[in-house]
T-cell receptor, first 114, second 115 residues
């Protein structure tokens, strides 16, 4: 079985540019999570989708960040405009139905905003 | 609110030594789930184990073992006869409460195994 797939793996962009990160969850998983990892703040949950519906986006730092899940097999996290402080590793994770199940993480996208 | 504390920021051991990574959690819920994840230098997060609050049995998987003690709110992770491939950052995490989705992680412990 393929795991969670994220693209791109690395992104370098200039301040002010739009960045789109992509995620394909594991087939059959109905929950999807976007996390951000930095040295200062560790792993932070940005947004949680259940059955393609955003349930909790309280972790999204600002209006510059937006996430969508148009169907069960695809999600995007967009930053517009990007800023240097957005530089981080962004992880997507998915999970099966039951709330106590473990989350499976993708390989992450390392974003650098110059 | 739930919280996980991994007091050890970094640990270095020589290959073949045993090492224990500490994890202390806080929650007001009686139902909760504890996790360990490994993040090797390549960056991905790898699931290692899940334990629910009603099961205090210790678990062993090869060189890995986990000690869950509700009395001290701890879920410690021991690697026996460590190997260089064990070098990674290890995260402890918790879900708590019915229907919970918020997986709260500790800050992680960086383990370096020296050949």
């Amino acid at each position: 079985d393929a795991g969670v797939i994220q693209s791109p793996r690395h992104e370098v962009t200039e301040m002010g540019q739009e960045v789109t990160l992509r995620c394909k969850p594991i087939s059959g998983h109905n929950s999807l999570f976007w996390y951000r990892q930095t040295m200062m703040r560790g792993l932070e949950l940005l947004i949680y989708f259940n059955n393609n519906v955003p349930i909790d986006d309280s972790g999204m730092p600002e209006d510059r960040f937006s996430a969508k899940m148009p169907n069960a097999s695809f999600s995007t996290l967009k930053i517009q405009p990007s800023e240097p402080r957005d530089s981080a590793v962004y992880f997507c994770a998915s999970r099966k139905e039951e709330s106590y199940n473990e989350q499976f993480f993708g390989p992450g996208t390392r974003l650098t905003v110059l | 609110a739930q919280k996980v504390t991994q007091a050890q920021t970094e640990i270095s051991v020589v290959e073949k030594e045993d090492v224990t990574l500490d994890c202390v959690y806080e929650t007001r819920d009686t139902t909760y789930y504890l996790f360990w994840y490994k993040q090797p230098p390549s960056g991905e997060l790898v699931f290692l184990i899940r334990r629910n609050s009603f099961d205090e049995q210790n678990e062993i998987s090869g060189r890995y073992s986990w000690n869950f003690q509700k009395s001290t709110s701890s879920f410690n992770f021991t690697i026996t006869a460590s190997q260089v491939v064990d070098s990674a950052v290890y995260f402890c995490g918790i879900y708590s409460g019915a229907g919970s989705y918020q997986l709260t992680f500790g800050k992680g412990t960086k383990l370096s195994v020296i050949p």
